[in-house]
């Protein structure tokens, strides 16, 4: 089992950004693909971005303004989100996978363990 802290929520005006950051602790963290999700009021949770050992995937609606990366020395993975619009607005969390390995996993059930949730807030 993995522990996850989410850290870096606020508030921003539309095309503002932000670095969200997750501190990872308890198990072998680079062997891991890393996620983030994000869920609205009202919605499901909804996958955002994901990275593994050697690559990085992300949902369609983000794709050229959200960055994900890690750095293994730390036990950290960060989400930085540029342009910024009021549909981003949501809880995002970070995740864990259940699997070691290159593939990467885009669907809730396929992670494992999960932060607390960062409030992501974006203004018009």
């Known amino acids: 089992q993995v522990q996850l802290v989410e850290s870096g929520g606020g508030l921003v005006q539309t095309g503002g950004s932000l670095r969200l950051s997750c501190a990872a602790s308890?198990?072998?963290?680079?062997?891991?693909?890393m996620g983030w999700f994000r869920q609205a009021p009202g919605k499901e949770r909804e996958f955002v971005a994901t990275i593994t050992w050697s690559s990085t995937h992300y949902a369609d609606s983000v794709k050229g303004r959200f960055t994900i990366s890690r750095d293994n020395a730390k036990n950290t993975v960060y989400l930085q989100m540029n342009s910024l619009k009021p549909e981003d607005t949501a809880v995002y969390y970070c995740?864990?996978?259940?699997?070691?390995?290159?593939?990467?996993?885009?669907?809730?059930?396929?992670?494992?363990?999960w932060g607390q949730g960062t409030q992501v807030t974006v203004s018009s």
């Open positions: 308890g198990r072998t963290f680079s062997s891991y693909a």
């Open positions: 995740a864990a996978s259940r699997f070691s390995g290159s593939y990467y996993y885009t669907e809730p059930q396929d992670f494992g363990s």
